[in-house]
């Protein structure tokens, strides 16, 4: 390879790092949540000014077809009424306060659809969003990100439901999707899922990468991952301690509900000589 291709793709490289964030990426866990109301947009607001890469939110089809940013399947956590959001009206969901729980100041946040939650999301920032339906949710939502002007690098899809991976990544494969699983170990002291089974899902669905909750993971079990060709992600992370431990094992995000503090310590640990 000559010299000038190569100091191109270099360039490209180091633009596509720049663009996008540096490794480990700080995901704000539905947005501020911890100071904010969860997938709202003040959350995401915050999270933005709190210095996040990305945010994460979770996302539901409604009865009449629309996609709203919300975690459960209905509205009993977050407000004084509980409606289940497949059963329910956009215009009826938009009604409910979902902010007050979190303090006064809130009063008066509703639920956002995703083409909302798109609008905050300034150049060069990410958003990874969860589905919650399955994947029925699938046309509208490749509909809803071709809309919205973000860049394909702008955007990563992440479910627990595996069909719907499979089928968003049938219908979209040049964004990134990954398959989210917890880690649980039996009463003989088995893991689950297994590396194996981690690695045949992944296959199976055409996910590109695998994320997974912090707890009872190793590098050992990463390192397979990475080595087999995918991407490793993590979940809920608020100690900085944790954070820098799977930094080290090679994670490309992080996902916190205190993405301002997990930023500073990382940033700040980068730092140092």
């Excluded at 180091?14 to 100071?35: C, D, F, K, M």
């Excluded at 939502?141 to 089928?167: C, D, M, P, R």
Aim: proline fraction near 4%; charge should be positive.
């Amino acid at each position: 390879m000559n010299s000038k291709k190569t100091s191109i793709i270099s360039l490209l490289i180091l633009i596509n790092a720049t663009t996008y964030g540096s490794e480990p990426l700080i995901v704000a866990h539905r947005g501020a949540s911890q100071n904010a109301p969860e997938n709202t947009i003040p959350a995401f607001n915050l999270a933005w000014k709190q210095g996040a890469d990305a945010i994460e939110g979770d996302f539901h089809l409604t009865k009449d077809g629309h996609i709203v940013c919300i975690h459960d399947i209905n509205t009993n956590k977050v407000s004084d009424k509980n409606l289940v959001i497949k059963d329910s009206l956009l215009a009826d969901l938009q009604k409910l306060d979902v902010g007050r729980y979190k303090g006064k100041k809130f009063t008066g946040t509703n639920i956002p659809t995703i083409s909302e939650v798109f609008t905050t999301i300034p150049i060069r920032k990410k958003i990874y969003i969860e589905i919650k339906s399955d994947e029925s949710i699938v046309p509208t939502l490749v509909e809803e990100i071709e809309e919205s002007g973000l860049e394909i690098e702008q955007v990563t899809i992440i479910s627990f439901n595996e069909e719907a991976i499979h089928a968003f990544k049938s219908a979209a494969p040049q964004y990134q999707a990954f398959w989210l699983s917890s880690f649980k170990k039996d009463e003989s002291g088995s893991i689950s899922p297994s590396t194996d089974t981690i690695l045949q899902t992944l296959s199976r669905i055409k996910a590109d990468g695998f994320s997974s909750n912090k707890n009872l993971i190793n590098k050992a079990i990463i390192d397979t991952i990475i080595e087999k060709g995918y991407e490793y992600h993590v979940w809920t992370v608020d100690k900085p301690r944790i954070a820098k431990r799977f930094k080290s094992w090679g994670a490309k995000s992080i996902t916190t509900n205190v993405p301002g503090i997990i930023k500073k310590k990382l940033t700040a640990a980068n730092k140092r000589p």
